[in-house]
């Protein structure tokens, strides 16, 4: 007979939500938690602000260098953003990282997770939101990161982005940052135990 085995358990999961959701915040306390989960930065073609550092906040690339990776298919996405910069996800640090045995978590909006079911559709993708609608401009004004009319922008952003929820495989209810984490984890559990399709 042959016995039942499981694919290795490193995976790569997508996290969405709107702005203020708490991506960022849940990301480091899942990663605190779970030492074999690793977050990967985004690339950008944006110069680096205050005291952002290379590898640390994101990894910087000129143009040309962003350009040569994109033709050579070395994202899982990557778009322009706001007419300007270039940002995308690094498909050799995620394949270097699974193939390590860590898994890797990464935050990317609607159409960046859309892109990475085409290219990358063994990732399990997870959105996050608030508990209800009024926690997001609660939260955003609560970070104050930001002015008015970017609030104001990021919550019209928010009701398209949530709009986008059924195409995730996970919804994570962040009203709690430790019960967030701890299902998060839990989501990444519950993938490595998943028998593949056939
Ligand atoms: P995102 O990365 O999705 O934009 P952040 O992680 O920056 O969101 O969180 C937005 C704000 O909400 C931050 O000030 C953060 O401290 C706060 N926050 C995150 N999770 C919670 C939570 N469960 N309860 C209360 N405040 C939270
Ligand atoms: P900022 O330049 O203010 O740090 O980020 C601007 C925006 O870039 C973010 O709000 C986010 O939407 C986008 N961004 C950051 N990283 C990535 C990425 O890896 N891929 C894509 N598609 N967009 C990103």
Known sequence: MTWPT???PARLLVISGPSGSGKST???RA???EPRLVRCLSCTTRAPRGAERDGVDYWFLSQEEFDRRAAAG???EHAVVFGKASYGTPRAFVEQQLSAGNSVIKDVDVQGAAQIRASFPQA???FLIPPDADEVERRLRGRGTDADEVVARRLAEAEREVARWQHYDYLVVNAEVERAAADLLAVLRASALRIPPR
């Open 26 to 28: 849940v990301i480091q």
């Open 31 to 33: 990663c605190a938690l």
């Open 74 to 76: 070395g994202f899982l």
């Open 124 to 126: 399990v993708q997870v």
């Open 6 to 8: 499981l694919p290795p």
